[in-house]
Nanobody, 115 residues
Framework: QVQLVESGGGLVQPGGSLTLFCELT????????LKWFRQAPGKERELVASLDLVGSSDYADSVKGRFSISKDRFTSTGKLQMDSLKPEDTATYYCSAVRGSRTFWGQGTQVTVSP
């Protein structure tokens, strides 16, 4: 049974940094693409960053140059490094593990960017 648990969220001032972690149990990231999504109150869930099995990454325009996605293929840890945070980055962040038609989700971690 694949399960995901996010951690690392919190309150940070504008311009600050946070690192989010995604721990996968029941498998490893050598078999799954890693994606990070976020959802702000009253808004649709949006894809923030993705990392495929061959190491190619992609980012939403709103976070390019500020966020960095990574994973350890042989362990169970995915990461989202977030720098130069802005108030509009405030949201619940979710990681997902994707393979073919199967997608597993974590429960989310809250990120709040505020003075």
């Amino acid at each position: 049974q694949v399960q995901l648990v996010e951690s690392g969220g919190g309150l940070v001032q504008p311009g600050g940094s946070l690192t989010l972690f995604c721990e996968l149990t029941g498998s490893s990231f050598s078999a799954y693409n890693l994606k990070w999504f976020r959802q702000a109150p009253g808004k649709e869930r949006e894809l923030v960053a993705s990392l495929d099995l061959v190491g190619s990454s992609d980012y939403a325009d709103s976070v390019k140059g500020r966020f960095s996605i990574s994973k350890d293929r042989f362990t169970s840890t995915g990461k989202l490094q977030m720098d130069s945070l802005k108030p509009e980055d405030t949201a619940t962040y979710y990681c997902s593990a994707v393979r073919g038609s199967r997608t597993f989700w974590g429960q989310g971690t809250q990120v709040t960017v505020s003075p």
